[in-house]
């Protein structure tokens, strides 16, 4: 089946520096990658979706700025969480498409980020 | 080796009647269990969840059973809608140690006329 790879599992840094987190597709093109950021009680926020090739589309409240997304492969999208500070810390979870009307969606197994 | 096991890739149901969606889990530690529904082209949203100190959650058309003896859980839809073709994706947790969501790979639902 298909699978997602996302990389580091977990990075502790210090508050002002930059993260970056990847997800990668790795038996298949993703159109379309979703980022995730998990909340206390495991739920699920949206944080973007990037289609590749192009900008991506933030949901409302998620600053652009802050988390940079770029999606510049069929294979490969990348997460910075610039300046990060302690209030950033979370799991960041993404997914992958590989488009069409089928609707699949494949789950990477998060990145653990800690900010001291 | 999957955590979180949705052991059937697709099923169809006719529309009134009722959709049992499956998982299992082999992590013991789990203690929170999530439904997630994904339409096409979007991202997927949350639908009911159940901590494991009960074996039943209720919430509409949607139920969710829990049976930690068995590690397994299921989603109950009754009446099944039209709306309800979509694919749902179990998820599993251990909120003590804080950990991350564990995903299933999805069960496409579609419900029949």
Redesign the interface.
Not at chain 2, 38 to 41: D, F, N, T
């Given at each position: 089946g298909a699978v997602v790879s996302q990389h580091p599992s977990w990075v502790i840094c210090k508050s002002g520096t930059s993260v970056k987190i990847e997800c990668r597709s790795l038996d298949f093109q993703a159109t379309t990658m979703f980022w995730y950021r998990q909340f206390p009680k495991q739920s699920l926020m949206l944080m973007a979706t990037s289609n590749e090739g192009s900008k991506a589309t933030y949901e409302q409240g998620v600053e652009k700025d802050k988390f940079l997304i770029n999606h510049a492969s069929l294979t490969l999208s990348t997460l910075t969480v610039t300046s990060a500070h302690p209030e950033d810390s979370s799991f960041y979870i993404c997914s992958a498409s590989g488009g069409g009307a089928t609707g699949e969606l494949f789950f990477g197994e998060g990145s653990r980020l800690t900010v001291l | 080796d999957q955590q979180v096991k949705q052991n059937s890739p697709s099923l169809s149901v006719q529309e009134g009647r009722i959709s049992i969606l499956n998982c299992d889990y082999t992590n013991s530690m789990f203690d929170?269990f999530?439904w997630?529904k994904?339409?096409?082209?979007e991202?997927?949203t949350?639908l009911i969840?159940i901590s494991s100190i009960k074996d039943k959650n209720e919430d509409g058309r949607f139920t969710v059973f829990l049976n930690k003896s068995a590690k397994h859980l299921s989603l109950h839809i009754v009446p099944s809608q039209p709306g309800d073709s979509?694919?749902y994706?179990c998820?599993a947790?251990s909120?003590n140690r804080d950990d991350?969501?564990?995903?299933g790979?999805?069960t496409?639902l579609h419900i029949l006329p």
């Open positions: - | 929170y999530l997630y994904k339409y096409p082209a991202g997927p949350f969840s979509a694919v994706f998820a947790s909120m991350k969501i564990i995903f790979k999805g496409r």
